[in-house]
């Protein structure tokens, strides 16, 4: 079954500490975006790649650094440097062809030890 | 600025009531708008697009509209399995890269 795959479900960062969320997708989409969700705000937009070894920044990028070294994946680090990590993150992906939706994952809770 | 609000935030209905959800959009040209489903602790599952003042797209009990300010989400006769969060977002013919999403409407059906 082709979509996207999100790990860990569940990540707890203690203070000071680098951690990575996965996203792999088979989908054979060239896009793929990373956003963060948090209670009563809309998806924002953190980073995204249109195709390998490139990526932009998003509305709220700082404290965050992305790869994108195969076209499956789009991995996420949370520096020590982002003050408040806490939220729901989600990994999406698209076709660049035509006005297509982007297709999600099912997310990665990250909380603060 | 670019801005799309959804209405209301929360909405509580009985089994077999229908209602409308509404979102309305402020952006300079408007390339698609697209409907989302989120159940809690998921992502969010893709519903329909939009592309144009007038037309409508349907699934079962769900049925998308199109204006040129909004769109409404119509629910007709609902069920307690379609109780989640609904989220809209539009992209931008200026900038297609992104898409700009409201907060959602959380429905909850009752039986």
């Known amino acids: 079954d082709g979509g996207i795959t999100q790990s860990p479900k569940y990540l707890f960062r203690k203070e000071g500490q680098n951690v990575t969320l996965s996203c792999e997708q088979n989908l054979n989409h060239d896009a793929m975006y990373w956003y963060r969700q948090d209670p009563g705000q809309g998806l924002r937009l953190i980073y995204y790649s249109q195709i390998v070894n490139d990526f932009q920044k998003g509305d709220i990028a700082e404290g965050y650094s992305v790869s994108r070294e195969k076209k499956e994946s789009f991995p996420l680090t949370v520096t020590s440097a982002q003050k408040n990590p806490t939220a729901f993150y989600l990994c999406?992906?698209?076709?660049?062809?035509?006005?297509?939706?982007?297709?999600f994952g099912d997310g990665t809770r990250l909380s603060i030890l | 600025e670019d801005q799309v609000t959804q209405s209301p935030e929360a909405l509580r209905l009985q089994e077999g009531e229908s209602s409308s959800l509404n979102c309305s959009y402020t952006v300079s040209g408007l390339r698609g708008l697209f409907w989302y489903r989120q159940d809690p602790g998921k992502g969010p599952e893709f519903l329909f697009t939009l592309y144009s003042a007038g037309e409508e797209k349907e699934k079962e009990r769900l049925k998308a509209t199109l204006t040129k300010k909004e769109s409404f989400l119509h629910i007709t006769a609902p069920k307690p399995e379609d109780s989640a969060t609904y989220l809209c977002?539009?992209?931008?013919?200026?900038?297609?890269?992104?898409?700009?999403f409201g907060t959602g409407t959380r429905l909850q059906v009752f039986p």
């Open positions: 977002a539009v992209r931008a013919t200026y900038n297609t890269d992104k898409l700009i």
């Open positions: 999406a992906s698209s076709t660049l062809v035509g006005n297509q939706p982007q297709h």
